[in-house]
């Protein structure tokens, strides 16, 4: 089985990141994944960081801490996936997605200026949208405006509380689940995984291996207890 990181941060990139690019890769390989999804931070208040108001050049910024952990990873033969960790003005949920690539970033101006909903409604069939830590920062989940969840986030410094994640996909199977290390520090890492029979060379083919259900999940707090995709109940 191929073990991938779906849910990692670059401090190049991600404002509460702490580790570079070229180490998180580093330490991946070090811990036998074959490879990662770099999913940094992309909202409103990390583009006002920026002081541009050019998409490119803001995209440009943003695409740094792949683009390092790609080359890496290139080096090393792990495949370095690109993700984004979008976050929409009007709550602070965060959202996972996945089926994307550096073309389809830079083709779609300002779209953290949507809602989550409008977002769904306009790119539902083009990508593939995970709940991130669903219950981390409220009660509320918006459930009609996304594919899948989160059902074990990882990150030690948070209470994400996973059982409620967990509860609510075993009640509604045809969720697509994830789960993700959430690293930002030195610590995080290796703490969950999505294994695959095949390689995921990019972003799409995460996208095709998730809605096939053609994966298992390992993550830490389950005790490394591997979650079958399609038989959650036996957790």
């Given at each position: 089985?191929?073990?991938?990181?779906?849910?990692?941060?670059t401090s190049e990139t991600s404002a509460c990141g702490h580790v570079p690019a070229v180490e998180q890769i580093r330490t991946y390989h070090r811990l036998g994944y074959d490879g990662?999804?770099?999913?940094?931070?992309?909202?409103?208040?990390?583009?006002?960081?920026?002081?541009?108001?050019?998409?490119?050049?803001?995209?440009?910024?943003?695409?740094?801490?792949?683009?390092?952990?790609?080359?890496?990873?290139?080096?090393?033969?792990?495949?370095?996936?690109?993700?984004?960790?979008?976050?929409?003005?009007?709550?602070?949920?965060?959202?996972?997605?996945?089926?994307?690539?550096?073309?389809?970033?830079?083709?779609?101006?300002?779209?953290?200026?949507?809602?989550?909903?409008?977002?769904?409604?306009?790119?539902?069939?083009?990508?593939?949208?995970?709940?991130?830590?669903?219950?981390?920062?409220?009660?509320?989940?918006?459930?009609?405006?996304?594919?899948?969840?989160?059902?074990?986030?990882?990150?030690?410094?948070?209470?994400?509380?996973?059982?409620?994640?967990?509860?609510?996909?075993?009640?509604?199977?045809?969720?697509?689940?994830?789960?993700?290390?959430?690293?930002?520090?030195?610590?995080?890492?290796?703490?969950?995984?999505?294994?695959?029979?095949?390689?995921?060379?990019?972003?799409?083919?995460?996208?095709?291996?998730?809605?096939?259900?053609?994966?298992?999940?390992?993550?830490?707090?389950?005790?490394?207890?591997?979650?079958?995709?399609?038989?959650?109940?036996?957790?």
């Amino acid at each position: 089985m191929y073990r991938y990181e779906l849910h990692l941060h670059t401090s190049e990139t991600s404002a509460c990141g702490h580790v570079p690019a070229v180490e998180q890769i580093r330490t991946y390989h070090r811990l036998g994944y074959d490879g990662v999804c770099v999913t940094d931070h992309l909202h409103n208040v990390y583009l006002k960081t920026l002081g541009a108001d050019d998409w490119r050049a803001c995209m440009d910024a943003y695409l740094t801490g792949y683009r390092l952990a790609k080359a890496e990873g290139e080096r090393l033969g792990m495949d370095v996936i690109l993700g984004a960790e979008l976050r929409f003005p009007e709550n602070n949920s965060d959202y996972l997605v996945y089926g994307i690539d550096e073309q389809w970033l830079y083709g779609h101006p300002w779209i953290t200026s949507l809602d989550h909903k409008a977002f769904f409604d306009r790119f539902g069939d083009e990508v593939l949208i995970i709940h991130a830590h669903p219950y981390r920062n409220c009660d509320l989940v918006f459930w009609d405006s996304v594919h899948g969840m989160e059902i074990a986030n990882a990150n030690p410094r948070h209470d994400s509380r996973n059982e409620l994640a967990l509860a609510y996909y075993r009640a509604h199977p045809g969720m697509y689940a994830t789960a993700g290390s959430d690293a930002h520090r030195i610590g995080d890492e290796g703490r969950a995984a999505l294994l695959s029979k095949t390689r995921i060379p990019d972003s799409y083919r995460l996208k095709e291996v998730i809605t096939a259900r053609d994966y298992r999940l390992a993550c830490e707090p389950f005790a490394n207890i591997i979650l079958e995709s399609e038989a959650i109940r036996n957790v």
